[in-house]
């Protein structure tokens, strides 16, 4: 799904093609409606990571995604009231928010695939609400369904770490995009 030479993804490509024509539409070509997703991968952590480990990772990752099991029905009604799938309306990219970190990693009970990682705030100011979206993708590259974690009030020079909840189950997702957005104070 990525043009190995250019490193682009076709969704990418389209969304930033597609908000930059709305933009323009709109007579505001500096700002966007779309917020702007980096790509994520099941078998590889963030590139800033050891070669060493980063196959260390892969490896474990590639077990636990061929040994997932699906959610109970319990488990299935815990992950949705802990999941969130609505966007906060009014956040948008900010510059002071830096996404550092973030990888996709089964974990045992009810929440089950999650993408985690650290947003730091680089800023001067608080960011009254910071919002991860987490898009999800099937091996056909249809998006499964799009999940958040959000927090308030990070302060400036402070790190959060997140975690997103994905509904989808283990077995379907294949990729994943993910953006940080917020909402200053």
Known sequence: MTDRATG???????????????????GCAETSSSPPYQDGQLNQTNQTNQTNQTNQTNQTNQ?????????????TTAAEAAAITEPTTNAVP????????????????YKGPVVQ???????????RT??????V????????GLYIARTSDLAAGNAWQFEVILLASPSDIADYEIAVLGVPD
Do not use: M, P
């Open 8 to 26: 682009t993804t076709r969704r990418g490509f389209v969304a930033v093609c597609g908000g930059g024509v709305v933009a323009v539409l709109g």
């Open 63 to 75: 077990t636990n995604q061929t040994n997932a099991t699906e959610r109970t029905a319990q488990q």
């Open 94 to 109: 900010l510059d002071s928010l830096v996404l550092e970190s973030h990888e996709y990693v089964l974990t045992q009970g």
């Open 117 to 127: 990682g650290t947003v730091v705030n680089t800023g001067s100011e608080v960011v």
């Open 130 to 135: 910071v919002e991860v979206r987490v898009r």
């Open 137 to 144: 993708y099937n091996a056909t590259g249809a998006q499964l």
